[in-house]
């Protein structure tokens, strides 16, 4: 028998990390660690760095990314992700397959909620 998992994030699609990474840069440039943070924002507590830059660095080779060198009065150089116009693209694209997800869940839960119901009915 199927147990919930107790990963919140273990249903989302796979590579869920991708868009959330272009939404987070395209909403602000960002480095690595504050994209780690903001990362465990949306939920992902477990966000692991080693994949965190992985992905920047994948993302950053197929053109959805561009990063630069900045310079800090307060630390080290931080290198600072910018989405791509082709970035913004797939972010786009990505949400409206989501969006879809979305209303095949919605209707998933609604019809769910109603055997519920309806069980729960036959049993008491």
Not at 54 to 68: C, F, I, N, P, T
Request: charged share 30%; with cysteine.
């Amino acid at each position: 028998m199927p147990r919930a998992s107790d990963d919140p994030l273990a249903g989302l699609p796979r590579n869920f990390q991708r868009p959330c990474l272009l939404l987070l840069i395209g909403e602000q440039p960002s480095h690595g660690y504050d994209l780690l943070e903001r990362l465990r924002e949306l939920g992902f507590k477990q966000a692991d760095p080693g994949m965190l830059y992985r992905s920047l660095r994948a993302m950053e080779q197929e053109g959805l990314v561009k990063s630069d060198w900045e310079v800090s009065d307060l630390g080290p150089r931080r290198r600072t992700y910018v989405l791509s116009d082709e970035g913004r693209d797939w972010l786009h694209a990505w949400a409206g397959s989501l969006r879809e997800t979305e209303r095949v869940l919605q209707r998933f839960i609604e019809r769910y909620s109603d055997f519920a119901a309806e069980e729960g009915s036959r049993q008491g």
